[in-house]
């Protein structure tokens, strides 16, 4: 497929199975879609984008050390138009929320407002270093503070560890406060319970941290069993991690009767806050008895988060687990100026008790800024909004599908801010990746698919608050349309995408042996 041909030109695409309606070009590409070649194989050496000055290099600078290398660098060399149209060309075969709607259930693909991103690169805040002395930065420090008395406000919690870089760290942040907490008082204990429904990083997380994790079922109705939960409990359990609203997009109703019987047995509440984005403004974590939550920032506050990068993970902490947050963190003065509480005086500030640190410096501060602009521009009352047009948004998916998708836990009520449905009903041989392929064709982004694990070939949808009536009908339209073609068996679903630069790709296989270097 990589080969080029004698006059530079690669062949036409040629796959089986391409409809007939798919006219071949001579040169592979389709009108605005652009074949492109790998960087090695349109670059070489010869071509480069800069001048150098001439080669008169200094050879006893090295103290004798070999100064000259024996063979090419083997780096592609490319002129500035080239680089320009090579990373255009690819950036275009990339959908993104800017382009549409972006289905994804459990991330929280929402339109990044571009205030926040302008905020973000003001120099006075993305200049800034964090080895700077404190005085040259109390703006950032600033915000920072303020960003933190905002989400310990929405969560009624007790207090922020601001540090951790992402959900899943944000996730390891609380279970090392748990185990501070539980050794501070000499309790051993090794088990942390999971929701069959949990997100993967959840169970991953507290394995990573040294904990046993057991499983706790889900009822009928798509919520954690609180009976067979609380059955479990006893002096080994160091407690619980639970998401709320969960991945099944279901509000867990007992979250408090949970917490008061895991902290009657003696452990400790984590919940996954990373759907936030459904209660911000409705609904504080701190009223439910949790002792940990971590917030997706680049979630719900908004961040560009496509392509796994940037995240910032801070996590509220209950009065119990506060002691325990990692360092560094800031804090207020009484002349108003906001200093970082670090190893060499937390003792002294009345912090001795941290646990360490998560990194080396002090998080993510473009996403504090972008979270910060965010939160202020909406407001408290613009918050709640958000929420409650997010949820809206999903039950208008939810109810505008379910004649054509089976809706699991339909019957049971709304959902919160996103739709599950499963591939109940759809033809023998058709699968959740067949329509999840169809809606590439489409124009949209598949949607989450097979998970969460408890429901049969899973479609989690979160069109979240940002998408208006239109972008809505049309999704819903397509979704309409596949979920048809599923049911009636129609074998060109099978081996869609048909109109993507690439077919269906072996995903599994792409994961497992990336091909990292292009020559061995
Ligand atoms: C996104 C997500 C996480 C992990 O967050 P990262 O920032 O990707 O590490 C954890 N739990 C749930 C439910 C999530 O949706």
Not at 37 to 42: D, V
Not at 154 to 166: Q, S
Not at 199 to 223: C, L
Not at 452 to 469: D, I, R
Request: proline content about 6%.
């Amino acid at each position: 497929m990589n080969e080029i041909n004698p006059s530079g030109w690669r062949p036409a695409m040629r796959e089986s199975g391409v409809p007939a309606s798919a006219i071949e070009t001579f040169t592979g590409n389709r009108a605005l879609q652009l074949e492109e070649a790998l960087i090695f194989e349109i670059g070489n050496l010869e071509h480069c984008g800069v001048d150098f000055d001439e080669d008169d290099f200094d050879e006893t600078l090295l103290g004798g050390l070999p100064s000259r290398r024996s063979a090419p660098v083997d780096l592609p060399g490319l002129t500035e138009p080239e680089a320009v149209r090579h990373y255009t060309r690819l950036s275009r075969q990339n959908y993104a929320i800017d382009l549409g709607l972006f289905p994804l259930g459990s991330c929280t693909m929402k339109h990044n407002p571009r205030l926040d991103e302008k905020v973000a690169r003001m120099p006075g805040f993305a200049d800034v270093h964090p080895l700077q002395p404190q005085s040259t930065v109390q703006g950032a420090l600033k915000v920072m503070n303020e960003l933190a008395q905002w989400l310990i406000t929405l969560t009624g919690m007790h207090g922020v560890a601001m540090t951790p870089k992402a959900g899943a760290h944000g996730e390891l942040c609380g279970l090392l406060c748990i185990r501070a907490a539980l050794e501070a008082r000499g309790d051993a204990r090794e088990v942390i319970l999971v929701p069959e429904s949990a997100h993967g990083t959840n169970p991953a997380t507290a394995a990573f941290a040294g904990y046993r994790v057991e499983n706790i079922p889900a009822t009928a109705d798509g919520r954690v069993d609180v009976a067979a939960l609380t059955a479990r409990l006893g002096p080994d359990v160091a407690g619980v991690m639970i998401t709320n609203p969960n991945t099944c997009g279901l509000f867990e109703r007992d979250l408090k009767t949970i917490s008061d019987a895991v902290h009657a047995a003696g452990g400790f509440v984590y919940c996954d806050g990373a759907n936030f984005n459904a209660i911000v403004g409705r609904v504080r974590p701190g009223d439910l008895g949790v002792d940990a939550m971590h917030i997706n920032l680049h979630k719900t506050f908004s961040t560009p988060h496509g392509g796994g990068g940037p995240g910032s993970g801070p996590v509220v902490l209950s009065e119990a687990l506060a002691p325990y947050g990692p360092l560094p963190f800031t804090a207020r003065q009484a002349d108003g100026t906001v200093h970082l509480v670090e190893e060499e005086t937390a003792a002294e500030e009345g912090h001795g008790q941290a646990f360490g640190r998560m990194c080396a410096f002090h998080g993510q501060m473009g996403m504090y800024t972008r979270a910060l602009a965010y939160i202020l521009s909406h407001g408290a009352d613009g918050l709640r909004q958000v929420s409650g047009d997010a949820v809206l948004n999903a039950n208008y998916v939810l109810r505008s599908l379910d004649d054509v998708l089976d809706a699991p836990f339909g019957a049971a009520g709304p959902c919160m801010h996103e739709a599950l449905f499963s591939d109940d009903g759809f033809a023998e041989g058709f699968s959740t990746l067949d329509l999840a392929k169809g809606l590439i064709d489409e124009g949209f982004h598949p949607m989450t698919v097979y998970f969460p694990l408890v429901v049969h070939g899973a479609m989690l949808v979160e069109p979240t608050e940002t998408e208006s009536k239109r972008s809505l009908d049309q999704f819903i339209g397509a979704m309409r349309s596949l979920a048809e073609r599923a049911r009636a068996g129609d074998e060109a679903l099978k081996s869609a995408p048909h109109l993507a630069p690439r077919r269906r790709l072996d995903e599994t296989l792409a994961a497992r042996k990336p091909k990292l270097v292009w020559k061995t």
